[in-house]
C-alpha cells in the first residue's frame, strides 16, 4: 500500500473487501510494517474465524474492521500476504481497503 500516517493516532482500524480463490492449506494474512524499518506492527488474519481449510470462492465479501492499533503513532503501510499450494486457483483479490481512527 502507500504509506499511511498514524503518527497522530491512538488507535486505528483496517477493513476492506475480498474475493478469495484458494484451495485447501492456502494461506492469507495481512501484515502492518513500519515504513522504513519493515518491521511488523500488527498482523491480521481476516479468515481466523473461517480459516482456509477447504475450498473458497463466494465472490466479493466485506471483512473488518479489524483492530491495528499496535501501529498507531507510526508511519506504516499495509501487505497482503497470499501462499497458494495449487495451481488452479487464482488466489486473492482486495479492493475497498479503509484504514480510521479507532473510536475513543
Known sequence: SPDIDLTL???AKLQFAAAIDAASGDSFEILVKQVGTGTTLATVLPLAESPLTADYS???AGFGPFDISAAA??????EFSFTGTAVDYLGVY??????SKAAP
Open 58 to 60: 463466494d465472490g466479493w
Open 94 to 99: 482486495v479492493d475497498d481497503v479503509v484504514v
Open 73 to 78: 503513532g507510526e508511519n506504516v503501510y499495509i
Open 9 to 11: 493516532e491512538a488507535g
